[in-house]
């Protein structure tokens, strides 16, 4: 949990206009955290997924909000783009 909560030290936020200084999420408290981590080593056959499609994948596009996650990309400012913005 020490690593999970210095990595989200890495995000920013950005009040939106309107709301008072109030930022909509807290980069500095975990929700979630890893589980069932699983290395293998290579060549390990004892979990393999065949040909799938991962669900959302394509889904996740038409969301408008998901979209302007990558506005400054898909608009062709790509060096605009700040990966660390929540």
Known sequence: ?????????L??????????GQVKVDVHRPLVYGERLRIRAPGDRSFTLG??????SVERWEDEEYRRCYRDILCGDWERFDAWDA
């Open 1 to 9: 949990q020490k690593t999970q909560t210095a990595l989200n030290r």
């Open 51 to 56: 040909p799938h499609v991962d669900g959302g």
């Open 11 to 20: 995000w920013h936020c950005r009040a939106l206009p309107g709301n008072a």
